[in-house]
């Protein structure tokens, strides 16, 4: 598999990340977990009552230096997928003939890259992937990001959960 966007993908183990409803993105799960050091269990911690491990019944330790720790969930990067190169597809917009007077615009493939030689898989931008259809290029080896993973207020990609064929 080749990534043919500029940038590095980051795969992020979606077990590691929560779906945030409100923007339809997954995103750091920002929430406290209690963790037994003894038994490697994790459960959510609910509030700052006595709480002990399902397991070895130890309780959890305000200090947090008993065997049962608060922790939060870092996203887990399980693949670092650098780019190999850059596919190209240009999108314009052209102005359409208005319909009912509310102005209309076309977006027209005015370029695309030839896909390279082999028989790889190739992680393309959205873009790419639009544009190569509308070109008529075979499309059984691209592939695109799958649900990105944001931060929290939505702004920042840090990765994404995988990767999918291209609609
Ligand atoms: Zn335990």
């Known amino acids: 598999m080749r990534n043919f966007t500029p940038h590095c993908i980051k795969i992020i183990d979606q077990n590691s990340v929560v779906f945030d409803p ?17 038994c490697d269990q994790k459960w959510l911690w609910d509030s ?45 917009t052209v102005p359409g003939e208005p319909i009912d007077g509310v102005p ?6 005015v370029g695309c890259d030839p896909l390279p030689d082999g028989d790889d898989m190739l992680i393309v931008s959205a873009i790419y992937a639009v544009a190569a259809r ?6 059984d080896r691209l592939l695109v990001i799958a649900d990105p993973v944001v931060t929290p207020d939505g702004n920042q990609i840090l990765g994404c959960i995988g990767v999918g064929p291209a609609m």
């Open 22 to 38: 409100k923007i339809r993105k997954y995103v750091p799960d920002e929430r406290i977990w209690l963790y037994c050091k003894s």
């Open 48 to 92: 700052d009552d006595k709480q002990s491990c399902p397991i070895c019944n130890i309780c959890y330790a305000k200090n947090n230096t008993g065997i049962v720790i608060l922790v939060s969930n870092e996203p887990i990067i399980i693949a670092s997928i650098p780019s190999n190169g850059m596919l190209s597809g240009k999108i314009e």
């Open 134 to 139: 509308q070109s008529g290029l075979p499309m």
């Open 104 to 109: 209309v615009y076309v977006k027209k493939v």
